[in-house]
């Protein structure tokens, strides 16, 4: 399959030289190129796919039908479960809930907040919070459940006066052509004081060395694949910059018993990814930078 051609593109992050790196088929069988810029080491699809593309492809589907590009059932007891303990243990590795302690004004707005399972986790702590999504269906699901969501494309939605002590971005970034106009907003909508939480995909040491059969290249749905280096830099560009961040996952998931070896080696591959960044994700704190 791999049939590259010598050329280089610019990186839409850096505008550096952006040069092949791998090829993969999506779900439809199109052979989708993956670029790295030789810069700030961003992976991109070359070409962006459509906007009319991307939308298509996170409705109902993506969020019944299982598969590596969604998930099965997204709305259920279960997915939602599996959801907030993630998210506790990234709250938890960032800190939050002593911060969370000493907040006067405690504001949330979750980007890519699908069917609001994290929105309706802060709603429980006494938040006021606001989602936003363009996945309409899951939108709609989450209001029936009395979330504040909005289904709408964040870019061009007004916010009118309104400005956030926490803005959430949760494994999203990833999805993004306009990533990023869309965290220079976000960081125009925080409070001065104000944190974004961000997790997304990680080139990190598992993903490098997976290549093609790395379990987050997913085309053209990712259309980003991020590291530190990268992220730092499109936190720059907004007026952000990174204050804590640490990554997850090795590639090794949990299965039903297993053995003791294959635990073991699962530990030793978490432990490595989180403490070296290796990890299949990787989250990150943001402020404003001239904030300490």
Known sequence: MTHYLAQEVHCPLCQGASKPHLEKKGADGKVFSVYRCTRCTLWHLHPLPKDAELFSLYQSN???????????????????????QTLQKNLTDLNFFKWELALHEKSLLEVGCAAGHAVGYFAARGWETEGIDIAEEMVDRGRARGLNLIAADFLPFDFGEKKFSLI?????????????????????????????????????????????????????????????????????SSGLSIVRSFSYGSGFTTRENASWGYKLIKRIADTLARYFLWGDMVVVELRKAYYP
Do not use: Q
């Open 168 to 236: 959430t971005h949760w494994a999203t970034l990833e999805h993004l052509p306009n990533a990023r106009l869309f965290l220079a907003k976000m960081a125009e909508l925080l409070l001065p004081e104000g944190r974004i939480y961000l997790s997304t995909c990680n080139t990190g040491l598992f993903a490098k060395i997976r290549g093609v059969d790395w379990r987050y290249l997913n085309v053209p749905e990712h259309v980003y694949y991020f590291n530190k280096k990268s992220l730092t830099r499109l936190a720059k």
């Open 62 to 84: 993506y969020f019944k039908a299982r598969s590596d590009r969604g998930y099965s059932d997204y709305t259920s007891k279960k997915v939602e479960a599996s959801v907030v």
